[in-house]
């Protein structure tokens, strides 16, 4: 197995459904993801070496994604992250591009999201 094939997406977000449409997608075009419902279990259940790229909800009840995004910088995780939100924020779009993130709004662009997970997948580890 190659590396890149044991690469993965890691979905990170509250909303149950948001999580498997995003499984669906991913599978659909072939990209091997995880799926985790909040910042803690990302950080207790995930091998983050394996990230070629993290999609995070900006809001979730415990930790939001900036947070979880501010914090995996510290640990010095720099895998591509996106970001997304169903609400329009400014603060929030800022911050998230200070931490290296690309922001979405959600639902996102399908092809959009693709194109930013394609391009981390082919980025050398």
């Not at 091998?47 to 909800?57: E, G, N, P, Q, T």
């Not at 900006?58 to 640990?75: C, D, F, K, N, Y």
């Amino acid at each position: 197995m190659s590396p890149q094939s044991n690469r993965l997406v890691f979905v990170v977000d509250d909303d149950e459904a948001v999580r498997e449409s995003m499984l669906i997608l991913l599978d659909a075009e072939g990209i091997a993801a995880q799926a985790f419902a909040g910042a803690r279990d990302l950080l207790a259940g995930a091998d983050l070496a394996r990230a070629a790229c993290l999609i995070l909800d900006v809001h979730m009840p415990e930790t939001s994604g900036i947070e979880l995004l501010a914090e995996l910088r510290r640990q010095g995780v720099t895998t591509p992250v996106v970001v997304m939100s169903g609400r329009s924020d400014h603060t929030i779009a800022l911050a998230a591009e200070r931490l290296g993130a690309t922001m979405l709004a959600k639902p996102p662009d399908d092809e959009v999201l693709i194109q930013i997970i394609e391009t981390a997948l082919a980025a050398p580890t």
